[in-house]
């Protein structure tokens, strides 16, 4: 099992940047595949990033491509997200979410969830 918190949201005008953190704690977390997730009110979660055990795999959704990098730190059970070029659509609860071993790019297939983190982009 694993316990995810998340930090780094804010407010932030459009163009600018933020870094998100995840902090994991519990046994074997080199084991999980990572996720970044958000959600806006009334709608469905929306996978945007994703890193794989080691690291050495990751996607990011169309949506954010060539914007924001995911990133993991196994010595620190640290996952990161960087977001550049905020626009104001990327407005969103993030959450970082994790499943043991296998990867996917679907939501539902997470098992541990953070509490998540408010980001919000203004014009």
């Known amino acids: 099992q694993v316990q995810l918190v998340e930090s780094g949201g804010g407010l932030v005008q459009a163009g600018g940047s933020l870094r998100l953190s995840c902090a994991a704690s519990?046994?074997?977390?080199?084991?999980?595949?990572v996720g970044w997730v958000r959600q806006d009110p009334g709608k469905e979660r929306d996978l945007i990033a994703t890193?794989?055990?080691?690291?050495?795999?990751?996607y990011h959704a169309d949506s954010v491509k060539g914007r924001f990098t995911i990133s993991r730190d196994n010595a620190k059970n640290m996952v990161y997200l960087q977001m550049n070029s905020l626009k104001l659509e990327d407005t969103a609860v993030y959450y970082c979410?994790?499943?043991?071993?296998?990867?996917?790019?679907?939501?539902?297939?997470?098992?541990?969830w953070g509490q998540g983190t408010q980001v919000t982009v203004s014009s």
């Open positions: 979410a994790a499943r043991p071993l296998f990867w996917s790019v679907n939501s539902k297939d997470y098992d541990y």
């Open positions: 519990g046994r074997n977390f080199r084991d999980y595949v």
């Open positions: 890193i794989n055990a080691s690291g050495c795999s990751t």
